[in-house]
């Protein structure tokens, strides 16, 4: 059962540009909203995370956009870069379930 | 500090067999969680444990199961292995009792091979 879905896919930025992956959950009981990037033979790393009651949160280059009543969040890469290149899996979560998307694969092109 | 390390990192088994992974927590860490990887599924929940307790579990069979020891380190087992099982094993550690809800720190992951 998909709880979280993620788009797009892939994508592909020119160095410098905005990369905007989107997410859209189901569950209201979820509370906190991570987003997680992950490098080939690395586990994934909590890069930015958001709760319900705020927004925006920018930290960085990076920003979370959170709407409560689309039930959808997104996250924007400023300035994107080379070393950007990664997946990026958003997740939903509260104290008793965790579920995430299917995963963002971004290549930041130099 | 140390991260999340989990052993073996890599591991191939054949079918009906079954694997012990390991996972020892960032030191001081109370709370262990278990994520399955794959290219179809996705990041998937498996369990969390903390105080040697398993505080949640997700929708896997019972095949699937773990265990946490006093010392926070926690191990995960599958029996009966099926070619299915073949993923990235997960593991991530939270300093707090709130577990899922916390920041959580994964490690590198054991790959598993099913054959």
């Known amino acids: 059962q998909q709880q979280v879905k993620q788009s797009p896919q892939s994508l592909i930025v020119q160095k410098g540009g905005i990369s905007i992956i989107n997410c859209a959950y189901e569950?209201?009981?979820?509370?906190?909203f991570p987003w997680y990037q992950q490098f080939p033979g690395k586990g994934p790393a909590l890069l930015i995370a958001?709760?319900?009651?705020?927004s925006e949160k920018k930290e960085g280059r990076f920003t979370i956009s959170f709407n409560k009543s689309a039930k959808q969040f997104s996250l924007h890469i400023m300035d994107s870069q080379p070393g950007d290149s990664a997946t990026y899996f958003c997740?939903?979560?509260?104290?008793?379930?965790?579920?995430f998307g299917a995963g963002t694969r971004l290549t930041v092109k130099p | 500090k140390a991260g999340v390390t989990q052993t073996p990192r890599y591991l191939i088994k054949t079918r009906g067999q079954q694997v012990t992974l390991s996972c020892s927590p960032i030191?001081?860490?109370?709370?262990v969680s278990w994520y399955q990887q794959t290219p179809g599924q996705g990041l998937q929940f498996l369990f969390e444990?903390?105080?040697?307790?398993?505080?949640n579990k997700g929708n896997f069979p019972g095949r699937f199961s773990g265990r946490q020891f006093s010392n926070s380190r926690s191990e995960m087992n599958v029996s009966t292995l099926e070619l299915g099982d073949s993923a990235l094993y997960l593991c991530?550690?939270?300093?707090?009792?709130?577990?899922?809800?916390?920041?959580?720190?994964f490690g590198p992951g054991t790959r598993l091979t099913v054959l």
């Open positions: 958001i709760r319900p009651d705020v």
């Open positions: 030191s001081g860490h109370r709370s």
């Open positions: 997740a939903a979560r509260n104290n008793n379930d965790m579920r």
């Open positions: 569950n209201t009981a979820f509370d906190y």
């Open positions: 444990y903390f105080s040697e307790t398993q505080r």
């Open positions: 991530a550690s939270s300093s707090t009792s709130r577990g899922l809800a916390d920041t959580q720190y």
